[in-house]
C-alpha cells in the first residue's frame, strides 16, 4: 500500500555540515515496449512539473532524518512522480543554489529503474508526469545539475549494454 500524503515541513530535514539542505532526487526510466510487446533498448524517463507547472524536471525533495538516502529517493518518486521501482546505484552529488530561494543544497541522484505507474498519488493534482526520449527531457529539464545526473545514467546503461 502508498501512502497518498506528501510529507510536508522541515524538522526532521537533513542538512551538511555547511548548513546546506541535503536533497535527493531519482530519474525513473524504462525501456520503451515495440508495439508487438517486446521491450526495445530505447530508454524512456519519466520528467514532472513544478508545482506550479511552468517547469519541467526529474522528482526530488528533502532527505530526511529518519529514511535512508535510497529511501527518500523512493519516496520523492511516489510522492512527485506516483511510480514504483528499483533505487539503482547513485549517479553523484551536486552543489547548487536554488534560484527561488537563493539557498545552497548538496543533491544527490539515483536511477530509479521503473516497475510500476500508480493511478493515484499525493502530488497528482499538482503535477504532470510525461515519458521522453533522452533528448527531449533534456531539452526541457531545467536542472544543469539534473541534465549532467541523466548524461550520466546514458553512459552507464549504454556501457552495460555493450
Not at 36 to 63: A, N, R
Not at 77 to 82: K, L, Q, T, V
Not at 110 to 134: A, G, H, I, S, Y
Request: charged share 30%.
Amino acid at each position: 500500500m502508498v501512502c497518498l500524503v506528501s510529507r510536508t515541513g522541515r524538522h526532521l530535514q537533513r542538512y551538511d555540515n555547511l548548513g546546506r539542505r541535503q536533497v535527493v532526487g531519482c530519474i525513473p526510466y524504462r525501456f520503451k515496449c515495440s508495439s508487438d510487446g517486446t521491450i526495445s533498448d530505447e530508454l524512456e524517463v519519466l520528467v514532472i512539473s513544478s508545482q506550479k507547472g511552468q517547469k519541467m524536471m526529474f522528482p526530488k525533495g528533502g532527505w530526511e532524518l529518519d529514511e535512508s538516502i535510497e529511501e527518500a529517493a523512493l519516496r520523492e518518486s511516489i510522492e512527485e512522480a506516483g511510480v514504483l521501482g528499483n533505487v539503482e546505484c547513485e549517479l553523484g552529488k551536486w552543489y547548487f543554489i536554488s534560484k527561488s530561494h537563493g539557498t545552497f543544497y548538496e543533491g544527490y541522484m539515483f536511477p530509479l529503474l521503473v516497475k510500476e505507474e500508480l493511478d493515484f498519488w499525493p502530488e497528482q493534482n499538482v503535477r504532470r508526469r510525461t515519458w521522453m526520449n533522452v533528448k527531449e527531457a533534456r531539452d526541457v529539464c531545467q536542472h544543469w545539475w539534473m541534465k549532467e545526473a541523466l548524461d550520466i545514467l546514458v553512459e552507464r546503461l549504454a556501457s552495460l549494454q555493450q
